[in-house]
């Protein structure tokens, strides 16, 4: 994938609001049937319910890139960091 392909995929993920419900939607499901492979079972409601229950930042990069689900609508710039938060 090119430099410029990438950007014009984060271009359409912040400018067009159906584009990014589909992809959040799909990404969601993909991730519990991850979980579910891995012999978890859970909500949506429940897993936020759990990750509260730990420090901002404790899940690291990775693992909080993994149980957040961004589903407004970015900012023009920044990124989400562990805790959930743009910057």
């Not at 420090?55 to 957040?68: D, R, T």
């Amino acid at each position: 994938m090119s430099h410029l392909s990438a950007r014009a995929f984060l271009g359409k993920i912040i400018d067009e609001e159906g584009f990014r419900k589909n992809l959040v939607s799909e990404l969601s499901k993909k991730r519990f049937e991850l979980i579910r492979e891995a012999g978890f079972d859970f909500s949506e409601e429940e897993l936020e319910q759990a990750k509260a229950d730990f420090p901002p930042g404790a899940f690291g990069h990775v693992a909080a890139w993994f149980c957040n689900i961004v589903t407004e609508q970015p900012p023009k710039s920044g990124h989400c960091c562990s805790s959930g938060l743009w910057h």
